[in-house]
């Protein structure tokens, strides 16, 4: 399934991979395609319930893709299972949207991709733009003939990162980028702004790390920024290259799978890896290395 509306939207906007994304104009003419399962992932719950785009099955990021007792994600075969509940395999193409600028949605992009799931894209604006554009929101939820899909191995390595490694990396003195909020990187606040305290018993930041907040890779409409603005974001400000190696986290993951996803897609580099454990690990491990203010 390849989305021939987007030249302007998507196509226009100079991305390595434009095919990771749809625009809600081709996520609206191909609502009814029997291949295509729409999923919306979000940080409200609730949301899903409210409205939701048409034929949109929910995904619940708490329950159906983190492991119930260890902080991991689910095995291969509860991986396995949710698929064929919604009648997923490798011939439909999964659509990902949700709220928080498609934080979620991306995150989730991220565990299948652990899976070697590869036939995924992301609405671009997700359910703010779909709204701000008053499309059409449904409380119906749909329902589909279940799947035979045969999942493979959860294969970590390519895209995440745990903390030995990243204390490597660290060391190695490799790229590192902190999406967190501002007063997160200097250590004024160990949580987002508005939101509770969640465990994490000291600020700062991963020494080497570069404050550059997720958000800025939005546009007020929750779409990406054009390329050529993700190149200045991250490259004439930060020094990154795309043949560099590099790991961004954030408190639990979620915001950094946005940047993950916005560097191996948008701008196609090809060694970007999320440290999920971020902030929530990192804050809290005895005699981790941390710095705060301003500086890397």
Known sequence: ????????????????????????????????????????????????????????????????????????????????????????????????????NNWWACYAFWVFR????????????????????????????????ASTYVAGPR???PIRAFMDEVRAHMEAGKK????????????????????PQEGTLRGGHIPGARSVPWARAANSDGTFRSADELRTIYESEQGLQAGDDVIAYCRIGERSSHTWFVLTYLLGYDNVRNYDGSWTEWGNEVRAPIRTGNQP
């Open 176 to 195: 590192m980028i902190d999406v967190r909020s501002v007063p997160e990187y200097t250590g004024e606040r160990t949580h987002m702004p508005e939101y």
């Open 1 to 100: 399934m390849t989305p021939t509306s987007t030249a302007s939207t998507i196509a226009g906007k100079g991305y390595a991979h434009p095919e990771a994304l749809v625009s809600t104009d081709w996520l609206t003419a191909h609502l009814s395609d029997p291949t295509l399962r729409i999923l919306e992932c979000d940080e409200d719950v609730l949301l899903y319930e409210m409205g939701h785009i048409p034929n949109a099955q929910k995904l619940d990021w708490h329950i159906d893709l983190n492991d119930s007792v260890m902080r991991d994600y689910v095995s291969r075969e509860a991986f396995q299972a949710l698929l064929r509940a919604r009648g997923i395999d490798d011939s439909t193409t999964v659509v990902f949207y949700g709220d928080k």
């Open 155 to 157: 294969n970590d390595a």
């Open 114 to 145: 652990l899976f070697g799931f590869t036939n995924a894209k992301v609405l671009d604006g997700g359910r703010v733009k779909w709204e701000q554009e008053g499309r059409k929101l449904s409380t119906d939820r749909p329902t589909f003939p």
